[in-house]
């Protein structure tokens, strides 16, 4: 029996959710979505809104995994690097892949605002933070291309000034003004709320163990029972271990990514840290990402080891984290803790998402970090695609192949850590 997962604040401090279905899983509908985080919760709410007759089932909680034990960023942007994306590909699609990341988050504040989900949603920028003076040397670099290609908007906080940003030892700062923060908790259980009251039946506790297509329809099959549907989206991410997911199981590496929840900073202290309360990440291959929340507690979090996330390692990496956090922020070495959780990262092997259909099935996941905004924006692409619209994939263009020697489980991921913290050593 998997060990239960260390509760994370976002999903400690949400309301329950009520609307799931109580009694087994049956009957016949249009589309039935596998997993119940942003992406399967975002499809199924809009899917629903018009009309079509939806089933998600989730193999635990809704947003009981990468979906409710994040940091709470919601960043525009891709993971991969602006200018790395355009030699690669071209400027039009790096501009096309970046202004998607953009419109999701603009997407997830339209459906907070439309189903009055009290996630404390605001706009408050990111700040990338350079560890070392040359870091702060590729951003400028970086600035200009982005400023001049694809967002004019992009602003640099030179060395001397960046104590007007955060009271802490960085040299300098790249600013993207259009990310945002929310509580991922509310947001995610008020998604779900507003999925089932436009008429979704979600079952929790519901794994899918079986998937079989024949008579122009899918069977999915659990332990709670089986349903019918037409279409079927996948929206597991990595977590799905099931042998029907198999094809993208060998696509997707889950690493661990682990966070801490200080007790709520005295205001003066916030402030005086935390002068524009923006979204923070640092500038290292393995960094820390961090910020503050509406009652003013510090989520600090990292890959502070390259191990999955159990009960006994969040432990250890939550004490690394701690430590890396005093570290940073000597004023906060008598500030306590009062969560510890891990969770999982999906990446792909470029770091760029990835959706489509594969032998009839609808996806989307690899969000490769960046997952709050892009998992609730591809939600609704998804609802657009299976009614057969092409146009809405914005990573139609990406090629999909499996990582060699990857079967599902990460076995590599120690000479990965080896390999990003000599990187780190050396940049």
């Not at 594969?358 to 009614?387: F, I, K, N, P, W």
């Amino acid at each position: 029996m998997a060990q239960a997962l260390s509760p994370s604040y976002w999903q400690e401090s949400a309301p329950p959710f009520t609307g799931g279905c109580a009694g087994p899983v049956e009957g016949e509908y249009d589309v039935a979505i596998v997993g119940a985080g942003f992406t399967g919760l975002s499809a199924a709410r809009a899917l629903a809104a018009k009309g079509a007759s939806v089933a998600v089932l989730e193999s635990g909680k809704v947003i009981g995994a990468a979906s409710g034990r994040n940091g709470g960023q919601c960043n525009a942007g891709t993971a991969q690097d602006f200018g790395a994306l355009a030699a690669e590909h071209g400027l039009p699609l790096a501009r096309k892949w970046y202004h998607a990341h953009r419109d999701a988050v603009r997407t997830v504040e339209h459906i907070a605002r439309e189903e009055a989900i009290d996630c404390d949603f605001r706009y408050c920028g990111r700040a990338k933070l350079a560890a070392k003076p040359e870091h702060y040397e590729k951003m400028v670099a970086a600035h200009a291309l982005l400023v001049a290609e694809v967002d004019p908007a992009v602003t640099l906080i030179p060395p001397e000034e960046i104590t007007s940003e955060i009271l802490a030892d960085f040299h300098g700062a790249l600013v993207q003004h259009t990310s945002a923060q929310l509580h991922v908790g509310r947001f995610g259980r008020g998604l779900a709320e507003a999925a089932a009251s436009r008429g979704a039946a979600i079952w929790e506790n519901a794994a899918v163990s079986g998937l079989v297509r024949g008579h122009g329809e899918w069977r999915l099959e659990t332990a709670r029972g089986t349903l019918g549907a037409r279409q079927v989206i996948v929206a597991t991410g990595g977590a799905s271990q099931e042998a029907p997911f198999g094809w993208f199981r060998r696509r997707i590496v889950s690493v661990g990514s682990f966070a801490i929840a200080t007790a709520p900073l005295p205001r003066a202290l916030a402030d005086a840290l935390f002068p524009t309360r923006r979204n923070y990440v640092t500038s290292r291959v393995i960094g820390n990402y961090f910020r503050l929340t509406a009652d003013d507690r510090l989520i600090f979090g990292g890959r502070a080891r390259f191990a999955m996330s159990n009960p006994a390692s969040d432990r250890k990496s939550g004490a690394i984290l701690v430590d890396t956090m005093r570290a940073l922020f000597p004023p906060l070495r008598e500030v306590g803790v009062d969560y510890c959780w891990g969770g999982t990262v999906d990446l792909t092997a470029d770091r760029m998402p990835r959706a489509g259909e594969h032998d009839g099935l609808y996806y989307a996941m690899g969000y490769s970090g960046h997952g709050v905004q892009m998992a609730t924006h591809m939600g609704e692409c998804l609802a657009r695609m299976v009614d057969g619209d092409e146009a809405a994939n914005p990573f139609a263009d990406l090629s999909w192949n499996a990582i060699p020697g990857h079967l599902g489980k990460p076995w590599f991921l120690p000479l990965i850590g080896a390999w990003h913290k000599a990187k780190d050593r050396l940049s």
